[in-house]
């Protein structure tokens, strides 16, 4: 099955800078990447997914690429502010109903 | 719009009590309903997931079980809990026809097994 990894497992970034995390899959036939934002003690959200088929996406002050060739893909923060802090868990699909997670990563925006 | 529930919001149990978690969805039909637990400061771990009613695919062996009465209801049971069951159980819909991906999470009932 496929197997998600994030890298690093913590990122403190000062407020302003960008944050970058990046994953890596496995599975050359996944095809959906999504990114989820989760607060402490809250649910994780839905932030922003790429498709196979798309290189970039953009929303406002965060973006994902996907390399395919690589196997990786990345979210992209900038202008960090306190309440991007949270743990962010990225996931890719190959169509079977299920997203495979990874581990997550803590987020510190340091004012 | 679509709505998904989960209660309890928190429940404290015994080692050895049975234990009954619920979660429903509004605004659609024929989801996949999936159950995850989150461990204390951990990723997410998917333990059951179901394509339509009685149609229940286990991810991990252990003391849990999982039921979908109903098309919009999914049910976490178990009938003697661990302490290791402790967590946070998260349950997710996703739409089943044309499937995008996208999975929708609830608020989540925290576990403490005591």
């Known amino acids: 099955g496929e197997n998600v990894e994030q890298h690093p497992s913590t990122l403190s970034v000062q407020e302003g800078d960008s944050a970058v995390i990046k994953c890596t899959y496995s599975d050359s036939a996944s095809n959906y990447f999504p990114w989820y934002k989760q607060e402490l003690g809250k649910r994780p959200q839905l932030i922003i997914d790429i498709r196979s088929n798309v290189g970039e996406k953009k929303d406002q002050r965060i973006a994902v690429t996907l390399n395919k060739t690589a196997k990786h893909f990345s979210l992209h923060i900038t202008e960090t502010q306190p309440e991007d802090s949270a743990v962010y868990f990225c996931a890719a699909s190959d169509g079977n109903n299920r997203l495979a997670f990874g581990k997550g990563n803590q987020v510190v925006v340091i004012p | 719009s679509q709505t998904i529930h989960q209660w309890p919001a928190t429940l404290v149990q015994p080692v050895g009590s049975p234990l009954s978690l619920e979660c429903t969805v509004e605004?659609?039909?024929?989801?996949?309903l999936y159950w995850y637990r989150q461990a204390a400061g951990r990723g997410l771990q998917l333990l059951f997931y179901?394509?339509?009613?009685?149609?229940i695919s286990s991810e991990v062996p252990q003391n849990l079980s999982a039921s979908r009465p109903q098309d919009r209801q999914f049910i976490l049971s178990s009938k003697k809990l661990l302490l290791s069951d402790s967590g946070f159980y998260l349950c997710?819909?996703?739409?089943?026809?044309?499937?995008?991906?996208?999975?929708?999470f609830g608020p989540g009932t925290r576990l403490t097994v005591l």
């Open positions: 179901s394509v339509g009613i009685g149609q």
């Open positions: 605004g659609t039909s024929n989801p996949n």
């Open positions: 997710a819909w996703s739409v089943r026809t044309g499937w995008t991906g996208k999975q929708f």
